[in-house]
């Protein structure tokens, strides 16, 4: 739990008293949450979500599991639903979200943000991989308008991109793009 210690987190707290926020930060490990955002069931939680992305999001009170479910939907925040109604925790469940007894917070709180620490860094690599896959898409479009264009074979057209981006000590995906706006009318 060292990394959980020294992150910071950003908490979106919906239908939450002050009394209840004021609970979340205190027993937030070794002051972890830098961020507290408020908003009100009544408005559009997804949105918010989307909008502001935090870290976790803690929802209170039964009538916000459709907003708590959908929030779980479109988002990659940890979710956590403080509810007295035994029959959610299933649907809950189902779309990914925690639930817990308003009386269980600082029990389950570590759990919250142990799970932001895990979705932040599955957010990172699925952000570098997304990266990766979009220069490879770039360079390739740029092989395929050197062989169309100049002929080039496919390792030649490889071999090119390789040393003019070597050469003048750019990244092989601005040499590409380079390729794609000459070569591309």
Request: glycine share 4%; with cysteine.
């Amino acid at each position: 739990m060292k990394a959980q210690e020294t992150a910071k987190y950003r908490l979106l707290a919906v239908d939450c008293c002050d009394e209840l926020v004021d609970a979340i930060k205190s027993r937030a490990l070794g002051g972890c949450i830098s961020a507290v955002l408020r908003a009100s069931a009544a408005q559009d939680i997804p949105a918010i979500v989307a909008a502001q992305k935090p870290d976790a999001v803690v929802i209170s009170g039964g009538a916000s599991a459709a907003a708590a479910i959908d929030a779980a939907e479109h988002s990659s925040s940890a979710i956590l639903l403080l509810t007295d109604d035994a029959a959610l925790p299933r649907r809950c469940i189902r779309a990914g979200v925690m639930t817990a007894h308003p009386d269980e917070l600082a029990a389950v709180l570590p759990a919250l943000l142990a799970s932001a620490e895990r979705l932040r860094t599955l957010r990172d690599k699925t952000s570098s991989l997304q990266q990766r896959l979009d220069d490879s898409r770039i360079v390739a479009r740029a092989k395929l308008l050197l062989i169309s264009r100049l002929g080039m074979s496919e390792g030649d057209a490889h071999r090119y991109i390789e040393k003019t981006a070597m050469d003048s000590c750019l990244p092989r995906r601005d040499v590409a793009e380079g390729i794609i706006r000459t070569y591309e009318e």
